[in-house]
């Protein structure tokens, strides 16, 4: 009796370690591969070559999003965030040193595989079929744990609210986008800097641009592979390399695929839990009147 | 059936007085917190989105409540009955540390409301390490107040034996207590290891030291250690029967157990770090490396305070050992949360006084719902 109590217990620890092994030893069984690129997927280009840092685009994103200015520290009266921040979802920032200046346009980049939509526990965050990330109030819970696992550190949630909302570009889906058809900052763009459109056509124009003059630019376009992808794009000058700009260099693959195999390997069909479960009320209840005589 | 007793003794005493001053300093702070918004009492922003109240009541008050998991595993499961005596003890403190894990959770997020979204089907996003989470929390509570039901239906049954409605409950729920028992090992595991997997999806924001696709294991298998210590840590400090023999011999061995899960811990933990090839950065003199010994001093420490039997029958090596590793224990989860965490490059966090003092005061009164339920219902065993 003993003997097969500790047998059937080892087969139990046996079957918990093999599951939880699966996924770092073959790595197949149930991997999620990252989500791909879909043809109707929109997205923006950015290319800081054309950038004059005008911030039109900013003032444009304010107002058709009905964002509060954020003042500037010494004078209190102009429109001056000097970050992304629960008023300001879109920004220009300069990188500068002694022979060099460069700007980079910071927004949500609405990556094809978001950690953001695969973290959110009650749904709040969604990858539209258009390819837009967007966010829900009513589902929300206000945990921050899309600011905390975003790789480009986008949601901002309003601490000083006393029930607070998460603001994130959602590149105009709900205000500029069925006005007037794109975003407020790609229509405000005096110079063509930042242009919207379908990913895969701005994917294909941005190579165009390389090729074309290859002196001009880094050879890389980031987004394309960045994280799994994303769909916002971004060009650099030759001088300046992504990395200057502030943008994190991810491996090829999206976090949420490797988050999301761990998971349905262990939890596919609930079918690991419930053997476990099963074998543990079998041993407590085999057990069970031992228990009381002592 | 075992013998526990109430403790008995006055409720107000001197010690819970103070305690009481704590926590009414952090209720205050907490009616602030939800009138003027999480950023009016705390130092959580935009870089450092979770800070000590998630890491305090999720995570380590988690982890530390695990002396019920494994004092279940143990009596249940690897069926040692003589260990019964620590169960409802550790049952208790599990119960309060994830109610209060629970009641952290709600005052942490910013739309609480939406917390009910984690039980309507149309909004529940299964893929979500954090939903897992939240639903094993709040499973694995009904399940603590389950097993800690018969300690309080004792206190109402009539004396010799005769039936009555507590009576009866209690028998049926003897009955179906393999059926709990089974739950009270499962969730935690599930639960633990969705506290390590959310930290996974942090990727590159958490440090190499830290970060590893192997971090859920390495938390259930940390939570197992951190279980059997607070177990032994509170035994010390409450019971602390320490003239039996065979209760220090039974310490000793949940000592050695705990020891062992320690050991393989360490052994994962270090082949990542290599794997990760992060080795070097734990060599840089900078905060985190700091921290980063800091954990292993505490590891080291803890297991050499209880290596070798003539120690493990010392009650004093034992309460020593268990609070040391326990602490380090504790932190590791704060280093995978806070301090190898990093949004922005150089921009650090600190709580804020008003904050730890919310999260200090919501301990405080777990301490007292603690005290005041061993001395009224019949949770200890004293022989
Ligand atoms: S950039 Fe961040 S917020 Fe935007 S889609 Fe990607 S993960 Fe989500
Ligand atoms: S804060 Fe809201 S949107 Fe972000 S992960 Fe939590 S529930 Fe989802
Ligand atoms: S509007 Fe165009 S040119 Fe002006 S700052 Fe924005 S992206 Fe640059």
């Known amino acids: 009796m003993d003997i097969k109590r500790r047998s059937f217990l080892k087969g139990i620890a046996g079957a918990g370690a093999g599951v939880a092994a699966t996924p770092l030893i073959s790595g197949t069984a149930l991997a999620r591969e990252s989500y791909k690129l879909q043809d109707e997927h929109v997205g923006m280009l950015y290319d800081n070559t054309r950038c004059v840092g005008c911030k039109s685009c900013e003032v444009a994103c304010k107002r058709a999003n009905n964002?509060?200015?954020?003042?500037?520290?010494?004078?209190?009266?102009?429109?001056?965030?000097?970050?992304?921040?629960?008023?300001?979802?879109?920004?220009?920032?300069?990188?500068?040193?002694?022979?060099?200046?460069?700007?980079?346009?910071?927004?949500?980049?609405h990556c094809v595989d978001p950690s953001c939509v695969s973290g959110c526990p009650v749904s709040a965050l969604n990858k539209q079929p258009n390819g837009i990330v967007t966010w829900d109030a009513d589902a929300c819970c206000g945990c921050r744990y899309c600011e905390m696992n975003c790789p480009f550190n986008i949601p901002k949630y309003e601490y000083n609210e006393f029930y607070g909302k998460i603001v994130k570009c959602e590149m105009c889906i709900n205000t500029n986008l069925p006005k007037h058809g794109q975003p407020a900052c790609t229509e405000a763009c005096p110079n063509e800097a930042v242009i919207f459109g379908k990913t895969k056509a701005l994917l294909a124009e941005a190579k165009r641009r390389i090729k074309e003059s290859p002196h001009l630019y880094v050879n890389q376009v980031y987004g394309e592979k960045e994280g799994g992808g994303t769909s916002v794009l971004y060009l650099t000058k030759a001088a300046v390399p992504f990395s200057k700009l502030g943008l994190p260099s991810l491996p090829d693959y999206s976090q949420a695929s490797a988050s999301e195999s761990i998971q349905h390997t262990l939890?596919?069909?609930?079918?690991?839990?419930?053997?476990?479960?099963?074998?543990?009320?079998?041993?407590?209840?085999?057990?069970?009147?031992?228990?009381?005589e002592e | 059936m075992d013998h526990a007793k109430p403790v008995g003794g006055k409720i107000f005493t001197p010690p819970i007085l103070f305690l009481s001053l704590l926590f009414l300093i952090g209720f205050y702070f907490l009616v602030v917190r939800y009138i003027y918004g999480i950023g009016s009492v705390s130092n959580l922003s935009h870089h450092q989105a979770w800070g000590v109240w998630k890491v305090m009541g999720v995570l380590v008050g988690?982890?530390?409540?695990?002396?019920?998991?494994?004092?279940?595993?143990?009596?249940?499961?690897?069926?040692?009955?003589?260990?019964?005596?620590?169960v409802r003890q550790a049952v208790l403190f599990s119960l309060l540390g994830y109610s209060f894990a629970g009641f952290s959770l709600a005052y942490d997020t910013g739309r609480y409301i939406g917390l009910l979204n984690f039980f309507i089907p149309k909004y529940m996003q299964t893929n979500s390490v954090l939903f897992e989470v939240g639903i094993c929390i709040t499973a694995y509570i009904l399940i603590l107040a389950i097993e800690i039901l018969p300690a309080i239906l004792e206190k109402f049954?009539?004396?010799?034996?005769?039936?009555?409605?507590?009576?009866?409950?209690?028998?049926?729920?003897?009955?179906?207590?393999?059926?709990?028992?089974?739950?009270?090992?499962?969730?935690?595991?599930?639960?633990?290891?969705?506290?390590?997997?959310?930290?996974?999806?942090?990727?590159?924001?958490?440090?190499?030291?830290?970060?590893?696709?192997?971090?859920?294991?390495?938390?259930?298998?940390?939570?197992?250690?951190?279980g059997f210590c607070i177990v032994i840590a509170l035994e010390c400090l409450t019971v602390a029967d320490f003239k039996s023999k065979s209760y220090v011999n039974m310490l000793g061995t949940m000592m050695k157990m705990a020891f062992y899960v320690a050991i393989l811990y360490s052994v994962i933990r270090w082949i990542e770090i290599f794997r990760n090839g992060a080795a070097g950065q734990a060599m840089e003199l900078s905060?985190?490396?700091l921290f980063f010994w800091a954990e292993w001093i505490l590891i080291v420490i803890g297991l050499y305070l209880v290596s070798g039997q003539k120690k493990l029958s010392s009650p004093k090596n034992l309460f020593l050992g268990s609070c040391v590793l326990l602490t380090g224990g504790i932190l590791y989860r704060l280093n995978t949360y806070i301090i190898g965490y990093e949004s922005v490059p150089g921009l650090t966090y600190f709580p804020s006084l008003p904050e730890l003092m919310i999260s200090i005061g919501m301990f405080a009164l777990q301490i007292i719902i603690f005290i005041t339920i061993i001395k009224i219902f019949p949770v200890i065993t004293k022989e």
């Open chain 2, 157 to 226: 049954m009539p004396e010799g034996g005769q039936q009555n409605w507590a009576a009866s409950l209690h028998a049926y729920l003897n009955k179906i207590l393999f059926l709990t028992v089974a739950f009270g090992v499962l969730l935690p595991t599930m639960h633990q290891s969705g506290l390590g997997g959310l930290a996974f999806l942090f990727g590159q924001k958490l440090s190499p030291l830290w970060q590893t696709p192997l971090i859920s294991l390495l938390y259930v298998i940390s939570s197992i250690f951190m």
């Open chain 1, 67 to 109: 964002l509060p200015v954020e003042p500037d520290e010494a004078l209190g009266i102009y429109d001056a965030p000097r970050d992304l921040s629960e008023k300001t979802m879109n920004i220009i920032k300069m990188y500068k040193d002694e022979d060099e200046t460069a700007y980079i346009k910071r927004q949500c980049m």
């Open chain 1, 267 to 292: 939890y596919q069909g609930l079918i690991a839990p419930i053997v476990i479960y099963a074998g543990l009320a079998a041993i407590a209840f085999k057990n069970r009147s031992g228990d009381k």
């Open chain 2, 287 to 289: 905060f985190e490396s």
């Open chain 2, 62 to 86: 988690a982890a530390l409540v695990n002396g019920g998991y494994v004092t279940a595993f143990v009596v249940y499961i690897i069926n040692k009955g003589t260990y019964h005596r620590f």
